[in-house]
C-alpha cells in the first residue's frame, strides 16, 4: 500500500512538473521579440490596401500587440468608409490632412488636419470626407482578443 501511494504521489509530480513545462514551453513561444527591424514601419504605398473609396495602410494590426492598432485612412473627396456604426472597442481618429465630417450619436462636428475626435464603446461614429482633397487620418484602437 504504501509503495501505491508512493507511486501515485510520483505520477502526480510527474504530470504537474510536464503540464508547468508545457505551459511554460507556451509561454515562450507566445513572447514576442522587438527588434528595430519590427518596431519600425515607414509607409510604403505597394503594402498600401486599396477600398471602395481610397486606401489604407497598417502601421500596426492586431497580431503586433495584443490588439493594439494603428492605421492610416485615406478616402477620396466627398466618401466615406463605411455608414456610422458602433463596437464595442473605443476608437480614435486623428486627421492629418483635409476636411472631416465626424459623427456621434446623432450629432456632426466638421474639422481639419491635428484634429482628435474619439469614439466611446458602443457608441454610433463615423466619419467622412466633406472636402475636395483627399482625407488623411489615422485610427487608433485596441481589439478584443481572443
Not at 3 to 14: H, P, Q, T, V
Not at 114 to 137: A, Q, R
Amino acid at each position: 500500500m504504501k509503495k501505491l501511494k508512493g507511486c501515485l504521489l510520483f505520477s502526480l509530480i510527474l504530470v504537474s512538473l510536464t503540464y508547468a513545462q508545457q505551459k511554460n514551453e507556451v509561454l515562450n513561444d507566445s513572447i514576442k521579440t522587438y527588434t528595430i527591424e519590427n518596431c519600425v514601419n515607414q509607409f510604403k504605398m505597394e503594402k498600401a490596401v486599396s477600398t471602395n473609396v481610397g486606401y489604407q495602410y497598417w502601421f500596426a494590426d492586431k497580431d503586433f500587440i495584443d490588439g493594439r492598432t494603428l492605421k492610416l485612412s485615406v478616402v477620396a473627396p466627398h466618401k466615406s468608409t463605411h455608414a456610422p456604426h458602433q463596437h464595442i472597442e473605443d476608437e480614435f481618429f486623428f486627421v492629418l490632412e483635409g476636411t472631416a465630417e465626424f459623427y456621434l450619436d446623432g450629432k456632426t462636428q466638421t474639422a481639419g488636419a491635428y484634429t482628435s475626435f474619439y469614439c466611446p464603446s458602443n457608441s454610433m461614429h463615423g466619419i467622412s470626407n466633406v472636402g475636395d482633397t483627399e482625407l488623411k487620418y489615422l485610427v487608433i484602437k485596441k481589439y478584443e482578443q481572443n
